[in-house]
């Protein structure tokens, strides 16, 4: 069983996200260069981005090929990778012109010992634009299109929670090699403050544990409500992700 204490799940969780990551590629277009994946799915888009698989350091051609794809595409060269992976790139992402935009932190739990079931009402949504729609309201605006595809991604399960029957917050996981991601979870700002995301958390775990999953992952703004609220659900820090982006 992997131990989200140690540095062990990192590898996979970078293969799962990767592989996660070409998955957009249904809605435009995708590419690996070695171990970079690459996707494209319009102007604007969140997940046009790179993510490395956590394996061996990509060469310069690899790169080159990526920064290649990005230009071609009319977007900047965006590329995530674990924090496992990172020592033995720096310098070659540096002396191609890359510096680091963005850390967050990666969290894991065993999905044994599993929280209480949650005692908000929290159900699989089966209407993509359903659920679409309530994940743009809970984000705030200019989140329409990654919610959109995110509603639609295959392997997709969509969450609800409800307040006295009335929606409250959505939340998503997929499974891939037993590995549950959770991502798009929020609460509308009228619910704020009324354990939906404790809810939501609980409920994806144990799905996630029904599907057949043995190790949960979540990624985390350092500091922010959504760490507190993964450490208290049993979750400890793996890494982190780290963000590079070519400024020259």
């Known amino acids: ?39 494209h799915t319009g102007p604007g888009v969140p997940v046009n981005t790179g993510w490395h698989d956590g394996g061996d350091p990509p060469t310069e051609t690899d790169l080159a090929a990526f920064e290649g794809f990005c230009a071609g595409h009319g977007q900047p060269a965006i590329l995530h990778l674990l924090s496992h992976a990172a020592p033995p790139l720096l310098a070659l992402l540096s002396s191609r012109g890359y510096g680091l935009t963005g850390v967050l932190h990666a969290y894991t739990r065993p999905l044994t010992d599993l929280p209480t079931p949650p005692t908000l ?6 209407g993509a634009e359903t659920w679409a729609d309530l994940a743009s309201l809970a984000f705030g605006p200019g989140s329409g299109a990654i919610m ?12 609800v929670a409800r307040v006295d029957g009335t929606p409250a917050g959505v939340a998503a996981l997929s499974v891939r090699e037993g590995v549950a991601a959770l991502y798009s979870a929020a609460t509308l700002p009228e619910f704020r403050g009324r354990g939906v995301q404790t809810a939501l958390l609980a409920a994806r ?18 500091g922010s409500g959504s760490e507190r609220n993964v450490r208290r659900a049993g979750f400890g820090v793996a890494g982190a992700r780290l963000t590079f982006t070519r400024e020259r």
Do not use: Q
């Open 148 to 159: 959109g595809l995110n509603a639609r991604l295959p392997g997709t399960h969509r969450l």
């Open 205 to 222: 775990l144990h799905l996630a544990a029904e599907l057949g999953a043995d190790l949960a992952s979540v990624v985390v703004t350092p």
């Open 121 to 126: 009402d929290v159900r699989e949504e089966a």
């Open 1 to 39: 069983m992997a131990d989200p204490f140690s540095p062990d799940p990192l590898p996979r969780l970078a293969r799962v996200e990767a592989v996660g990551h070409l998955a957009y590629g249904v809605f435009g277009a995708a590419a690996r260069f070695g171990p970079l994946t690459a996707v």
